[in-house]
């Protein structure tokens, strides 16, 4: 016991902020200071062999180390690296001076639970939630675990449990919290401001560490066994390695480090844990993926910050180069920026600083002088530039020799599950959604759509809705494997990276229209955290958009969920998450009718005639769509409310309020007497002929067969007609064949009988003469030789 | 006691001023009467060095005052932009006082205001009499702020006209306004530096022109955040107003009066309150201001023309008019708003009926 803790004055204890470039930077100098034999880095164990690679040039951080259990990608950790972590700057000064570098915590192994449901279907979710509750705690500090990974932030899951304290998160940003700072990293590069050594540094940290630990109750069991891992290994390194070793571990692990515990007791604590084989491998990250709010639980607010105070960490203009992002981010958007602006806003902020006693100015100052100076005050407009300015955009790159992507491997095991060969020759293939495997292989050829890999095609699209078949032609190309390398950030499963990138998708979408479509997506490949994502923002923006058209356009596809969307959710075993999405999806669906209709007189005015088009057909559209949800009673009131305002409004486009003429009149919401005033008096004289045209077009272009049958309208248009004069009836020829076009010649037939009062029978002039019957045998004589070409005389 | 209506606010508070130089030894800025931090001190309360309770005279964010000392302490000019209503004056007012002890160099800024009132202006008997010449000048506030290095507001800055606005681009930039009469010009002290207030949701106003607007350091003052701390400016403004116009306050005021503010912060906030529903916001601004004058128009009502009972029925016409400032969309978003949130909610049926009968 004496003699280890003796030893250990030859181990140095580099307490860091995970992904700090401060300490990031006092680390490497650090570093070079203490020349160690062997670094020993705060990461899985088992995945000690593949750290050399993260220093291979062909690794452009982001990156992430991912492991998982060889069966089951679906319970995937990742442990990212951005070129601003302090463990990413150790292992490339390890390579650098040619020193040993280990991984030092618990085995990437014993973070897998197991899972007794099926890897494929998408768990019950209060499990999910449960398990990913548990994964998020175990896993917080280091590793961020698939399903937070396959998670916006949005969804309960992702969002890490109120019971784990923050300092076990980022104990730094405590720290600077409790000295007023909202940003770690500005606080720390206040501290080197006034401790210029490394060395004292990394002491006062892990003093401060002390203090926060004293009054911690009870470690929980994980972190305990995480701890004692890590002091064996290093003791183990000890016996190794002649010389001063350097730990770099997560500051708030470094007072348990540090501490003297027996060996065997550390051993007993790490006794049954599961042995499971573990298949790890790189992945390339994305700088957003970095930050906390985007579900990772050891992310830092800040991404785009931190890469900005590493990059400027031997400058001394900082802030100058920050404003001037700013400036370069505005003037992108059309703002006005000057470079007196920029000298303002940053003596705005040297003068905050001042204010504040802080020795010079960190994020905040720069943020709020931005406000001030650049911004004229708004708030909102910082909001805008936050996301580029903030988490950055920049993808990493892995080596080509990295092991093989789990989303190929999954992919394999799906085909296997659904008994599908990728096969480059066209093949159809026919799904029964009832039948369990049916709707396993369906999912699947809809998931992998969403990925952007069109293995299979859905034939009769949009007419299988309804039905519980769909055809698919299935055709595999190599590329495909390389878009599931790409969408390897979004996740390790099909499932998580699916519903990870239409997440994003949604996050992107900005006309209701396109989101109720992605919504569809959603639900059709099951992917209920992205449906239930889409449906948040859907309602989000459905309030704020006063957009009638796009409201309109949304109403079919939303109609099409509500009504099929549990057709293939009650086959499939998962079901309450999607049927109280649908039951939420229908309120919203209605409140969706109600606005576009309130909305609907005042988009209805003065459209010319292409949008006019577009609107009549978007109404009829979302007509259907409301029938086919049979929606209640007031909801379709008030629906017909919209539609009878623009009829009463005289500004109304008049296809338009033929069109809504028309739906009332179907839905007997008016009656026959009024509809026969009403286009009475929309055709009468004192119209303009094109509007009464237009009028008359959008009653009748879907539906012209109603004349045959109602008197009282034949006879209201038949009298406009007729009371036309030739150029007007010549100048709208070609709208009156539009508006017939769509009878058949049967139907024509009948319309022009009746339009001639004789039911059935023909005109007086067309009836055949008497002896018609005879004569025409004789024409027909003469006529077929010359018809078909066999002249008798020839 | 004085016998004015209203004190300047470093007579009011003199007693607070006085204790916070006295502990005052931190850095401060030339011709300054107190530190930078000890005037967020006066702003936001505390404690003076001798222990004198400071009240606060701002109630809001830190962060805010903050910049807006940070600014006044370099030369920048400080622009309080916000909705009415959002303590811009009494912030300005509070600052100067402060700062240099004198919160009157002040000027009001109308569609009236011309040149003379903003450089300095003529005594025609001594113009008349000397010719242009030093006797005969007469200064303004921002004349006599520069002179003195003090501190000049500027009220309503956008309502005068551009041209107007304008004259302050040398005075800003150059610290000196020429005075071409005289072949001179006065230069400003230290210490000098002026406050604008200007209302961000107005209209009928002069836009600041970007030469100007890249002088000011901009704070934008919200409304508050809180609705308990709104609801009670409320009900004490109400009242104060129904007290001095006579009106009889019934008993039931503190209710409508959280109805009010609930629908009214809903409404420009762009949500409801339990934040599941996001709603459209209408183009008038809805402040604190607006509801007081809706709820003390609703007393009026009720005194004069029903017996003094305060139902939805008085307040409904007078939130109408506060709402709908934009006949087409303004009507469209109320609409919206009652058929999807006021229609299902309890407690709220007599404003959704009484609501829409008003619209």
Request: aromatic fraction near 6%; include cysteine; glycine fraction near 8%.
């Amino acid at each position: 016991m004496g003699k280890d803790a003796s030893a250990l004055d030859a181990v140095s204890f580099f307490g860091i902020r995970h992904h700090g470039p401060g300490s990031a930077a006092s680390l490497v100098r650090a570093l070079d200071e203490q020349k160690p034999v062997a670094v020993l880095i705060e990461g899985p164990a088992d995945a000690s062999a593949l750290l050399p690679m993260l220093a291979s040039p062909a690794m452009k951080p982001p990156v992430a180390l991912l492991c998982y259990p060889e069966d089951d990608p679906s319970q995937a950790s990742f442990w990212p690296f951005a070129e601003f972590s302090p463990e990413y700057q150790a292992t490339l000064w390890a390579m650098a001076n040619g020193v040993p570098v280990e991984f030092i915590d618990l085995p990437s192994t014993a973070r897998f639970v197991e899972k007794p449901a099926k890897p494929t279907d998408a768990s019950p979710p209060a499990e999910t939630v449960e398990t990913a509750a548990e994964m998020v705690e175990t896993a917080a500090e280091t590793a961020e675990t698939a399903e937070a990974a396959a998670q916006e932030p949005e969804a309960p899951a992702a969002a890490l449990p109120p019971a784990l304290p923050p300092e076990f998160r980022d104990p730094v940003g405590v720290l600077a919290e409790a000295a007023g700072y909202e940003d770690g990293e500005s606080w720390w590069a206040d501290l080197i401001e006034q401790n210029p050594a490394p060395g004292p540094i990394f002491s006062a940290i892990a003093d401060a560490m002390n203090a926060l630990r004293a009054d911690l109750a009870h470690l929980p069991e994980f972190e305990a066994k995480r701890e004692a891992h890590m002091r064996l290994a290093i003791a183990a390194a000890r016996k190794r390695h002649e010389g001063p070793l350097a730990v770099v571990c997560g500051a708030w692990h470094v007072p348990a480090l540090q501490g003297a515990v027996a060996q065997k007791d550390d051993r007993a604590l790490l006794k049954g844990l599961p042995r499971k084989k573990a298949a790890m491998t790189w992945a390339p990250w994305t700088m957003p993926r970095l930050a906390f709010a985007h579900g990772y639980g050891a992310g830092v607010d800040a991404p785009g910050w931190c890469a900005h105070v590493w990059h400027t960490r031997a400058r001394r203009d900082g802030a100058s180069r920050w404003l001037t992002r700013i400036a370069y981010i505005l003037r992108e958007k059309g703002h006005l920026v000057s470079t007196a602006a920029l000298i303002e806003a940053e003596r705005l902020a040297l003068a905050l600083a001042a204010i504040r006693s802080r020795p010079g100015a960190g994020f905040e100052e720069l943020r709020e002088a931005a406000v001030a100076c650049l911004f004229g005050g708004e708030a909102l407009l910082w909001k805008t530039i936050e996301d580029t300015l903030l988490l950055g955009n920049e993808v990493g790159e892995i080596p080509a020799d990295a092991p093989l992507a789990p989303l190929i491997e999954d992919l394999q095991r799906h085909q296997k599950a659904a008994r599908l060969k990728p096969e480059a020759l066209e093949r159809e293939l026919a799904i029964d959604l009832r039948s369990e495997s049916g709707l396993f292989r369906s999912t699947l050829l809809h998931r992998l759509l969403v990925l952007g890999v069109p293995w299979g095609r859905l034939l009769d699209k949009g007419g299988s809705r309804g039905t519980f078949r769909e055809r698919w032609m299935l055709a595999w190309e190599p590329e495909y494997a390389v878009q599931l390398v790409e969408k390897l950030v979004y996740g390790a499963t099909i499932e998580q990276a699916a519903s990870a990138y239409l997440a994003e998708q949604l996050g992107q979408a900005a006309a209701l229209d396109a989101l109720a479509e992605l919504i569809r997506t959603a639900i059709t490949a099951s992917l209920p955290v992205a449906a239930s994502r889409g449906l948040a923002l859907f309602e989000e923006r459905a309030a704020r958009s006063s957009n009638c058209p796009e409201m309109l356009a949304a109403i079919p596809p939303l109609a099409d969920i509500v009504r099929y969307g549990d057709a293939r959710v009650s086959a499939s075993t998962s079901s309450s998450a999607s049927t109280s999405g649908l039951g939420q999806l229908g309120v919203l669906l209605q409140r969706l009718i109600v606005e576009a209709a309130i909305n609907l007189p005042h988009a209805a005015r003065e459209l010319d005639a292409e949008a006019a088009g577009e609107m009549t057909e978007r109404i009829s559209a979302a007509h259907a769509g409301i029938r086919l949800i049979e929606a209640p009673q007031d909801i379709l009131e008030a629906w017909f409310r919209g539609l009878e305002a623009v009829l009463g409004d005289a500004r109304a486009t008049p296809r338009v309020a033929g069109r809504a003429a028309h739906i009332l009149y179907e839905a007997e919401a008016l009656a026959a007497d009024e509809a026969v005033t009403l286009l009475e008096r929309r055709l009468s004289p004192g119209t303009p002929v094109v509007d009464a045209a237009g009028f008359l077009e959008g009653f009748f272009s879907a539906s012209a067969m109603r004349l045959a049958h109602d008197e009282g309208l034949r006879r209201a248009v038949d009298g406009w007609l007729t009371g036309l004069d030739e150029d007007d009836f010549t100048a709208h020829l070609p709208l009156l064949r539009r508006v017939f076009s769509g009878l058949d010649s049967m139907e024509r037939k009948r319309l022009l009988a009746a339009a001639l009062g004789r039911g059935p029978s023909l005109p007086a002039h067309l009836v055949p003469a008497p002896d018609g019957g005879a004569g025409w045998q004789a024409h027909l004589n003469i006529l077929h030789p010359l018809l078909t070409g066999n002249n008798a005389d020839g | 006691m004085s016998d004015l209506l209203r004190l300047p606010a470093e007579q009011t508070y003199a007693l607070e001023l006085e204790a916070l130089a006295r502990g005052d030894d931190a850095n401060k800025p030339e011709n300054w009467k107190l530190s930078p931090q000890s005037v967020l001190t006066y702003l936001l309360g505390g404690k003076a060095g001798d222990g004198t309770v400071i009240s606060p005279k701002y109630v809001g964010r830190r962060r805010l005052m903050e910049t807006a000392v940070a600014t006044l302490a370099t030369d920048r000019a400080l622009l309080l932009l916000g909705v009415p209503g959002t303590a811009k004056s009494w912030v300005s007012e509070h600052l100067a006082a402060a700062i240099t002890g004198d919160s009157t160099m002040l000027i009001q800024c109308t569609a009236g205001t011309d040149e003379n009132q903003i450089r300095y202006g003529w005594n025609y008997a001594q113009l008349l009499a000397k010719g242009p010449s030093e006797e005969a000048l007469v200064p303004t506030p921002l004349f006599r702020a520069m002179q003195d290095g003090k501190l000049c507001r500027l009220e309503e800055l956008t309502r005068m006209g551009s041209d107007v606005q304008d004259t302050l681009i040398t005075v800003l930039s150059e610290k000196m306004m020429p005075v071409a009469e005289l072949n001179s010009a006065i230069y400003a002290r230290r210490g000098f530096n002026v406050i604008a207030t200007a209302n961000n949701r107005d209209k009928g106003v002069n836009e600041l022109s970007s030469a100007l607007k890249r002088r000011f350091n901009v704070v934008v003052l919200p409304l508050p955040d809180d609705m308990d701390e709104e609801v009670a400016i409320v009900a004490r403004r109400v009242s104060e107003m129904a007290v001095s116009l006579s009106l009889p306050v019934p008993k039931n005021v503190q209710e409508e009066i959280s109805r009010v503010l609930t629908i009214f912060r809903e409404l420009r906030a762009g949500a409801t309150a339990d934040g599941k529903t996001t709603l459209k916001t209408p183009s008038g601004s809805l402040s604190t201001a607006e509801a007081i004058a809706t709820v003390v128009g609703g007393l009026s009502q009720a005194a004069w023309f029903n017996d003094g009972s305060l139902t939805a029925q008085e307040l409904a016409a007078n939130m109408v008019g506060a709402i709908i400032k934009d006949p087409v969309q303004d009507k469209a978003v109320l609409e919206e708003y009652l058929e999807t949130v006021l229609k299902k909610r309890s407690g709220y049926s007599a404003y959704y009926a009484a609501l829409n009968e008003a619209v």
